[in-house]
């Protein structure tokens, strides 16, 4: 057995196979421009036009509903400050800032686009907290909503905790809202297009390999955006999907062309698209299995833990997904932790990749208010369909070894 082992899934997937398979053709054999008119061209928007429509079946919404993105990062930044634009371009200069409701743990491309608005005076936002196990508070987002609210954008799953966020008890809240927001004594108050504010935006890049349900119309969400490279497909594409057509709520962010519907210009990835779609389609049909399996690896690294070291706290609640287990290892540093496991040839993280270079307890569990000694040596784990047993039990044997004085 290979004496490596990946235990940093939420970070990435290899990407599988098939997938790379399905890409081949479309690097040297199907490589025309799908904006050309000629047949090079119309074989590769052939392509597109199928991954899109793959796509879009999947999570019930149009054809002309899914934006391709290089990533969830720029998909994240296109509905934060493209609803953000199209309100301030609607409602003028001198209207009263748009609104916009996050939460404390959201991944860093929500946060930071968020704090941009802030700083540069574009927009106002409200970052609901969380409660001990990781749960945005619901009450709090009832309490923001507000006639200048453009966008609530909750996490469907925490991507350092693996914690399931009440997505559709949110999604409740918001369109008891807009329902009051037509009723005769209130409707005066608003412009036509004010009234399909806010947008319900979530990031479901950790929850479409693990969750059964992702259907925005069974979500009740308006927008969510989802990634490649969490789902065993290929690096440098991602999706903004929508329940809504983008040219209503959204500007375009990327300039110089008319390419995805004119809300994003660049000439498309149409391997990676290909391998997006595919890679989507197979997580999905075999979610069960994968569910079952990451929920077994899981376990035997829990119970090795545990019994290695009784001290090691488990800051992952119910609900959660079985691919993502957090623990704490008070007594070590964070720094240690990972040189330790490393040493091992055991890949982890302490939280998401996008921060990892900056070296420091994650800013999720901070906002959980966990004590310092838990914070300060916090391990994600993350697990894929890749990992075998022998892999996991082969972790639990170098856990003494790794947590040894």
């Known amino acids: 057995m290979d004496t490596r082992v990946y235990l940093d899934c939420a970070a990435s997937t290899p990407v599988d196979p098939r997938v790379v398979a399905s890409m081949e053709p479309y690097f040297s054999a199907i490589f025309g421009n799908p904006g050309s008119v000629h047949a090079f061209g119309r074989e590769a928007q052939a392509a597109l036009d199928m991954g899109r429509q793959n796509i879009a079946r999947l999570f019930g919404v149009d054809f002309g509903n899914v934006v391709f993105t290089s990533s969830a990062t720029e998909a994240n930044n296109l509905i934060i400050q493209g609803a953000v634009k199209m309100y301030r371009k609607e409602q003028g200069p001198d209207h009263e800032l748009p609104h916009i409701i996050t939460s404390s743990i959201e991944h860093e491309s929500i946060l930071e686009a968020c704090r941009d608005l802030e700083q540069n005076s574009l927009a106002t936002v409200t970052y609901a907290p969380v409660n001990k196990e990781g749960f945005v508070d619901v ?64 990031d479901a890049a950790q929850a479409i390999h693990c969750l059964e349900k992702i259907g925005l119309y069974d979500l009740g969400m308006d927008a969510v955006t989802v990634s490649s490279h969490k789902i065993y497909g290929p690096k440098g594409a991602g999706a903004l999907i929508a329940g809504f057509s983008f040219g209503i709520g959204i500007a375009p962010m990327i300039m110089g062309g008319m390419q995805e519907f004119g809300m994003r210009a660049s000439t498309q990835d149409v391997p990676g698209i290909v391998g997006f779609s595919d890679a989507l389609k197979f997580v999905r049909e075999e979610l069960v299995q994968e569910k079952k399996h990451t929920k077994e690896l899981k376990n035997i690294l829990v119970k090795g833990i545990i019994s290695s070291y009784p001290r090691a706290v488990i800051n992952s609640c119910e609900p959660c997904i079985s691919s993502v287990c957090n623990i704490s290892f008070p007594g070590f540093g964070l720094e240690e932790l990972l040189y330790r496991f490393d040493q091992q040839g055991i890949a982890v993280a302490a939280g998401s990749a996008c921060s990892a270079k900056v070296l420091g307890p994650s800013h999720v569990l901070v906002a959980m208010g966990l004590d310092e000694p838990l914070t300060t040596s916090a391990i994600r784990f993350s697990f894929g369909k890749f990992i075998t047993r022998e892999a996991m039990h082969y972790c639990v044997e170098r856990i003494p070894l790794i947590l040894a004085r």
Not at 140 to 146: E, K, Y
Not at 154 to 164: C, K, Q, R, S
Not at 172 to 191: A, E, M, N, T, V
């Open 139 to 202: 009450a709090v987002i009832a309490g923001s909503l507000r006639k200048e609210t453009v966008l609530v954008s909750i996490m469907y799953v925490n991507n350092v905790t693996g914690a399931i966020q009440p997505v559709e008890e949110i999604s409740k809240i918001i369109k008891g809202f807009k329902s009051d927001k037509l009723s005769p004594r209130h409707q005066s108050r608003y412009s036509p297009k004010e009234l399909m504010y806010p947008i319900f935006h979530s």
